[in-house]
């Protein structure tokens, strides 16, 4: 096949996005840990992955959006307390994590996964663990913190993000906020 027969792609993620001051305080936080492992997460990268969809061709794009628009949303804005550090090993990553995923991120998540079901995008579907990724490539246990982690990500909204070359920009975002 050559180049010109094959559909263009993006590779696509919905996620719940960091406001400014959260991403400054967590890399801040970060770096009090004094990592000597891995590669640090650019702070503008920060988010929470609701939905990860991968190499999606560009034509399929404006459907996925029409069908995230028609999630049911919680109606209300959305916290999520990232209060547990944690490494994952088969992911080489050191992320952040709540404790404890709120039913109501937990159904979000759910809506999307069956809104995104007829696009055939993800083949073999895991179990959502909720995250923000402060490293890759991390080889190491968990740091020693001075202070434990305890971040509230507060979000009014969810983000189709496209990753490209290692920055994520905002492709379309749909309220979480029933407006009146």
Same mark, same amino acid.
């Given at each position: 096949?050559n &180049? $010109?027969?094959? $559909?263009p792609?993006?590779?696509l993620?919905?996620?719940l !996005?960091?406001?400014?001051a959260l /991403? /400054?305080?967590i890399?801040q936080?970060?770096?009090? =840990?004094? *990592?000597?492992?891995?590669?640090?997460v650019?702070? !503008?990268?920060?988010?929470?992955?609701?939905?990860f969809? %991968?190499?999606v061709?560009?034509?399929?794009?404006?459907d996925?959006c029409?069908a995230?628009a028609?999630?049911?949303?919680? %109606?209300?804005r959305l916290t999520?307390?990232? !209060?547990?550090l !944690?490494?994952?090993? #088969?992911?080489?990553a050191?992320v952040l994590?709540p404790?404890q995923a709120t039913p109501a *991120?937990?159904r *979000?998540?759910? &809506?999307l $996964?069956?809104?995104?079901?007829?696009? %055939? =995008? +993800?083949?073999?579907p #895991?179990e959502y663990?909720?995250?923000?990724t *402060?490293?890759r &490539?991390?080889?190491a246990?968990?740091p $020693?913190?001075?202070t434990p982690?305890?971040?509230?990500l507060r979000?009014d909204?969810?983000?189709?993000?496209e990753?490209?070359?290692? #920055?994520? #920009?905002?492709?379309a +975002?749909?309220?979480l906020? &029933?407006?009146?």
């Amino acid at each position: 096949m050559n &180049d $010109e027969t094959r $559909e263009p792609f993006k590779r696509l993620f919905f996620a719940l !996005d960091c406001a400014p001051a959260l /991403r /400054r305080d967590i890399a801040q936080w970060r770096s009090a =840990l004094q *990592l000597r492992n891995g590669r640090p997460v650019p702070a !503008d990268n920060f988010h929470l992955t609701l939905k990860f969809l %991968g190499a999606v061709g560009v034509a399929q794009i404006a459907d996925i959006c029409t069908a995230a628009a028609s999630i049911r949303t919680p %109606g209300e804005r959305l916290t999520v307390v990232l !209060d547990r550090l !944690d490494v994952w090993r #088969r992911a080489g990553a050191l992320v952040l994590a709540p404790q404890q995923a709120t039913p109501a *991120l937990l159904r *979000l998540v759910y &809506d999307l $996964e069956q809104a995104m079901l007829p696009f %055939g =995008l +993800e083949q073999a579907p #895991r179990e959502y663990r909720p995250h923000l990724t *402060l490293a890759r &490539d991390y080889r190491a246990s968990v740091p $020693e913190s001075a202070t434990p982690p305890g971040f509230f990500l507060r979000a009014d909204r969810f983000t189709l993000f496209e990753s490209h070359k290692g #920055r994520y #920009r905002a492709l379309a +975002e749909w309220s979480l906020v &029933d407006h009146q």
